[in-house]
């Protein structure tokens, strides 16, 4: 079924920068699209960010279109997301979540990490 | 914009059958999955495409979906089906994937 674990996490300051990295293991990383879903203190699921299996299609929410970007680096089973131009909101924890299909996306979220916690704040 | 809804709390004795609804204006063009969230745990796919459980999903645990509400049916609840739930689509028309704002099942 496979694992994920998120790392990069922490405390930053309104304006601040970020880069959240996930280490994939125990599936065929490159053939499945990933993503990064988060969840503030207290609050629902928002789907962040997603990237195809090979890279070259990659989307974002209306919340954080223009400050971050997600990427992979499937000879490493890694995905990242470089968080830039942080605010207060963006405080949450961040899962790295996987798709149910290979190469197909699914838009299934069947494999998740623990998540790590981003804190904006001054 | 597409929104879900879903009621917030949902009470259950052990034993008896817990559902939980999810209704979008298009959800019957859109496929819908769910997930469970336990306390201090990431949450956990337990049906996608309407009614298709992974492995791993109890037989216990089933979805349906009939005009604008899916319906997530949890029977012989037991304790250990506290959790909050989340639906979840992908509406591929403006490609936006939205989620419930979820129910928590309180186990009486």
């Known amino acids: 079924e496979g694992q994920l674990v998120e790392s990069g996490g922490g405390l930053v300051q309104p304006g601040g920068s970020l880069r959240l990295s996930c280490a994939a293991s125990?599936?065929?990383?490159?053939?499945?699209?990933m993503y990064w879903i988060r969840q503030g203190p207290g609050k629902g699921l928002e789907w962040v960010s997603g990237i195809t299996w090979n890279g070259v299609v990659m989307g974002y929410a209306d919340s954080v279109k223009g400050r971050f970007t997600i990427s992979r680096d499937n000879a490493k089973d890694s995905v990242y997301l470089q968080m830039n131009s942080l605010r207060p909101e963006d405080t949450a924890s961040y899962y790295c979540?996987?798709?149910?299909?290979?190469?197909?996306?699914?838009?299934?979220?069947?494999?998740w990490g623990r998540g790590t916690v981003v804190t904006v704040s001054s | 914009s597409y929104a879900l809804t879903q009621p917030p709390s949902v009470s259950v004795a052990p034993g008896e059958t817990a559902r939980i609804t999810c209704g979008g204006f298009?959800?019957?063009?859109?496929?819908v999955q769910w997930y469970q969230q336990k306390p201090g745990q990431a949450p956990v796919l337990v049906i996608h495409s309407d009614k298709d459980r992974p492995s791993g999903t109890p037989e216990r645990i089933s979805g349906s979906k009939s005009g604008n509400t899916a319906t997530l049916s949890i029977s012989r609840v037991e304790a250990g089906d506290e959790a909050d739930y989340y639906c979840?689509?992908?509406?591929?028309?403006?490609?936006?994937?939205?989620f419930g704002p979820g129910t928590r099942v309180t186990v009486l």
């Open positions: 979840q689509v992908w509406d591929s028309s403006s490609d936006r994937r939205v």
């Open positions: 298009n959800i019957g063009s859109d496929l």
């Open positions: 125990g599936f065929t990383f490159r053939r499945h699209a």
């Open positions: 979540v996987k798709d149910l299909l290979t190469i197909t996306v699914a838009n299934v979220f069947d494999v």
